[in-house]
């Protein structure tokens, strides 16, 4: 099976950066994916590793290291708005079908 | 216009009764999931489905079976409604391949209270 783990609660301040970790155990690997969610919402893709490195997407960054399991999302610049919970999800190898973290919840003090 | 819609948005019943959910995608997607979120928001997979096969989790109870009579609906049954299955459901669709599969688009959800 798979499994993940990451924080369940960070706070930071607004305009900061903040990092939300991700390590995972799984058989086979195809990538990392993160999702936001908004207290309410649904689920909402955010960005996708599939090998070693950094993606950037404006303020949102996303890095892998598959020889270390791990990964984070980065968000520079902090608005009000990032509070939210943000899940980690991989894709173990052979099946395309994600499994999600327990999610961090994510505080944005003003 | 709505990539991924669920209905009813909200569902209250009585334990023991039958309901069902109802999931529709417009993105041209292969793929359908249900997902039930608890109240603790851990998203665990139900079910999986494409035109080739269904995947099920098999910690799902038997009581909950997908339905799809096309590849744009994935509708959600569930029979003898017991106090655990309260949470929010969550239809989903992606492409059918690695890189595709990770690029998920969610409905709504539908928030069940069972009484």
């Known amino acids: 099976g798979q499994s993940l783990e990451q924080p369940s609660e960070v706070t930071a301040v607004e305009g900061a950066i903040v990092q939300i970790n991700c390590t995972y155990q799984?058989?086979?690997?195809?990538?990392l994916s993160w999702y936001q969610q908004h207290d309410g919402g649904a689920p909402t893709f955010l960005s996708y590793?599939?090998?070693?490195g950094l993606e950037e997407t404006g303020r949102f960054s996303s890095f892998l290291s598959r020889s270390d399991s791990y990964g984070y999302l980065l968000l520079q610049e902090l608005q009000m708005k990032d509070s939210a919970s943000y899940f980690c999800?991989?894709?173990?190898?052979?099946?395309?079908?994600?499994?999600f973290g327990r999610g961090t919840s994510l505080i944005v003090h003003p | 216009d709505t990539a991924v819609s669920q209905t009813p948005k909200y569902l209250v019943t009585q334990m023991g009764n039958d309901k069902s959910i109802k999931c529709e995608q417009n993105?041209?997607?292969?793929?359908m999931y249900w997902y039930k979120q608890d109240s603790k928001k851990f998203l665990k997979i139900m079910f999986s489905?494409?035109?080739?096969?269904?995947?099920i989790n098999e910690t799902v109870p038997n009581r909950f079976s997908p339905k799809s009579p096309d590849k744009a609906h994935l509708n959600l049954h569930i029979n003898s409604l017991e106090l655990g299955d309260s949470a929010v459901y969550f239809c989903?669709?992606?492409?059918?391949?690695?890189?595709?599969?990770?690029?998920?688009?969610f409905g709504p959800g539908t928030r069940l209270t069972v009484l």
């Open positions: 989903a669709s992606s492409q059918d391949s690695s890189s595709g599969g990770a690029l998920q688009y």
């Open positions: 799984t058989s086979g690997f195809y990538g």
């Open positions: 590793n599939a090998l070693d």
């Open positions: 999800a991989v894709q173990p190898g052979g099946s395309y079908i994600p499994t």
């Open positions: 993105l041209g997607h292969d793929t």
């Open positions: 489905y494409n035109n080739k096969e269904l995947i």
